[in-house]
């Protein structure tokens, strides 16, 4: 794993974006493998200002997002399909077919996973995925387990995810206590991966991932044996690394 330690937030959204761009400049059609959360918007309006600039041309790109809430609507406001048409794929002038997220409202959550994997398998697989990193470790909701998991699933949120999302609704009892995700399996088969992390609140996370034991109960600790995986942390958050 490299570790690239920038001095704030701005400055990790700036470098990741870097990679993104040298990404598409290297391969226009990527297949990219995209995050929500707060951790992620200076990346993206990084991005956002790079096609200003005319620097970024992601109009070939393919996209497949980490997750999206069970229940809600892609049109719901708090959607992670909402999410994203606000804060990056209408200021990239994406088209509909360019963005990918798992249906929350599949009548088949089962087949629906099953299906959004054969997808990214028949778009050749991603080639740079994005990830944010939570308090317990999790990499999109795949929370501490006994085993890794593999393949897209239906995921039951805990309740220290719930709290943390409960910011973006009305209610606790608003926030949906389920989601569809990329296991860790669908995550680690990434041809890269670009790891943000953000804040000394992740500070201790951030140790324990990238320089404690490799364990499902820190899902994130596996990207110690991905052979392409970049840690871009800011100083607060990287304060407590030993290497």
Same mark, same amino acid.
């Given at each position: 794993? $490299?570790?690239?330690?920038?001095?704030?937030?701005?400055?990790?959204?700036?470098?990741?974006?870097?990679?993104?761009? =040298?990404?598409? *400049?290297?391969?226009?059609?990527?297949?990219?493998?995209?995050?929500?959360?707060?951790?992620?918007?200076? *990346?993206?309006?990084?991005?956002?200002?790079?096609?200003?600039?005319?620097?970024?041309?992601?109009?070939? !790109?393919?996209?497949?997002?980490? &997750?999206?809430?069970?229940? *809600?609507? +892609?049109?719901?406001?708090?959607?992670? /399909?909402?999410?994203?048409?606000?804060?990056?794929?209408?200021?990239?002038?994406?088209?509909?077919?360019?963005?990918?997220?798992?249906?929350?409202?599949?009548?088949?959550?089962?087949?629906? /996973?099953?299906?959004?994997?054969?997808?990214?398998? !028949? =778009?050749?697989?991603?080639?740079?995925?994005?990830?944010?990193?939570?308090?317990?470790?999790?990499?999109?909701? #795949?929370?501490? &387990?006994?085993?890794?998991?593999?393949?897209?699933?239906? =995921?039951?949120?805990?309740?220290?995810?719930?709290?943390? #999302?409960?910011?973006?609704?009305?209610?606790?009892?608003?926030? +949906?206590?389920?989601?569809?995700?990329?296991?860790?399996?669908?995550?680690?088969?990434?041809?890269?991966?670009?790891?943000?992390?953000?804040?000394?609140?992740?500070?201790?996370?951030? *140790?324990?991932? =990238?320089?404690? &034991?490799?364990?499902?109960?820190? +899902?994130?600790?596996?990207? $110690?044996?991905? +052979? #392409?995986?970049?840690?871009?942390? &800011?100083?607060?958050?990287?304060?407590?690394?030993?290497?």
């Amino acid at each position: 794993m $490299q570790v690239i330690v920038g001095k704030n937030p701005k400055a990790v959204g700036e470098m990741a974006a870097s990679l993104f761009i =040298a990404q598409l *400049l290297r391969k226009p059609d990527s297949v990219l493998g995209l995050a929500t959360g707060s951790t992620p918007l200076p *990346l993206y309006e990084a991005l956002v200002r790079a096609r200003q600039a005319g620097a970024l041309d992601a109009s070939r !790109a393919v996209t497949f997002n980490l &997750d999206e809430y069970v229940g *809600l609507v +892609p049109e719901h406001p708090q959607s992670y /399909c909402a999410f994203m048409w606000k804060h990056l794929f209408a200021d990239l002038g994406f088209r509909p077919e360019q963005a990918h997220l798992p249906n929350g409202v599949a009548g088949d959550l089962e087949a629906e /996973c099953a299906r959004y994997d054969a997808a990214i398998d !028949a =778009a050749g697989g991603i080639d740079l995925q994005l990830l944010g990193i939570g308090h317990n470790g999790h990499i999109g909701f #795949n929370e501490p &387990d006994k085993a890794f998991s593999h393949g897209t699933r239906v =995921a039951e949120l805990t309740s220290s995810t719930i709290e943390a #999302n409960r910011r973006f609704f009305a209610s606790e009892k608003e926030v +949906p206590r389920r989601a569809l995700t990329m296991g860790v399996l669908t995550i680690f088969r990434a041809r890269g991966i670009v790891l943000v992390v953000t804040g000394a609140a992740k500070a201790d996370i951030t *140790l324990a991932m =990238a320089e404690g &034991d490799i364990t499902p109960e820190v +899902p994130a600790s596996v990207l $110690q044996l991905h +052979p #392409n995986t970049v840690l871009i942390a &800011d100083e607060a958050a990287a304060a407590k690394l030993r290497r």
